[in-house]
């Protein structure tokens, strides 16, 4: 149980365009889904916090208008890169976390879209 | 400022042996203290602790929290290459969870 899917695992693009990841909870709902940044080496960093059917709340020093998020149901999280820079190229991961589980902290990974911008 | 802290960075170790993953914390409104294993992708989880001095086990894992001296640690016993992996602590706070700089550990035959 507790699967969570990204599609896509990797992609490329050229700079100017938007790129959108998308990120699923399979076996459960969850009403919280967490987007990560991740560069070589260094740990999960927090971009924002997916909340089912209302605004995402956004790190300090997370653009909202450069990475959008959209959290439509229970299972599904988006977020879109707009006009991608090569400064963008990272491992972007999501997380959900169970609306059911007694564990409420605990937070289940996807397994992460590599962004390459040319 | 929140933070959480591993120690070491690295570890290089021969299998069999016994190793012992540091996390430290500084964390308002703590609400939990989670484990993950990180291999070439996303984290996957191995513990969470809530309450000090209740070792938690799986296998050749463990893992216990001390909430007075804020900090945890993850013992792998008989390690196996299989172990080699980037090892994360997280704390919760209220909903989001405070990552470490993780520790890598290289297991060689």
């Known amino acids: 149980g507790a699967v969570v899917s990204q599609h896509p695992s990797r992609v490329i693009c050229k700079s100017g365009t938007s790129v959108k990841i998308e990120c699923r909870s399979l076996?459960?709902?969850?009403?919280?889904m967490f987007w990560y940044r991740q560069f070589p080496k260094k740990s999960l960093m927090l971009m924002a916090t997916s909340n089912e059917g209302s605004k995402a709340t956004y790190e300090q020093g997370v653009e909202k208008d450069k990475f959008l998020i959209n959290h439509a149901s229970l299972t599904l999280s988006t977020l879109t890169v707009t006009s991608a820079h090569p400064e963008d190229s990272s491992f972007y991961i999501c997380?959900?976390?169970?609306?059911?589980?007694?564990?409420?902290?605990?937070?289940?990974f996807g397994p992460g879209t590599r962004l390459l911008v040319l | 400022e929140d933070k959480v802290v591993q120690s070491p960075l690295s570890l290089v170790v021969h299998e069999g042996d016994t190793v012992t993953l540091n996390c430290s914390y500084e964390?308002?409104?703590?609400?939990?203290l989670l484990w993950y294993k990180q291999e070439k992708k996303a984290p996957t989880f191995l513990f969470m602790l809530?309450?000090?001095?209740i070792e938690k086990k799986s296998g050749r894992l463990s893992s216990i929290l001390d909430k007075k001296e804020l900090f945890s640690i993850l013992n792998i016993t008989a390690t196996q290459t299989g172990d080699s992996a980037v090892y994360l602590c997280a704390v919760g706070q209220g909903g989001k969870l405070i990552f470490g700089q993780g520790t890598e550990l290289s297991v060689k035959p």
């Open positions: 076996d459960f709902q969850a009403t919280t």
């Open positions: 997380s959900a976390r169970s609306s059911q589980t007694s564990g409420r902290e605990t937070q289940y």
């Open positions: 964390v308002t409104n703590f609400r939990s």
């Open positions: 809530t309450s000090s001095g």
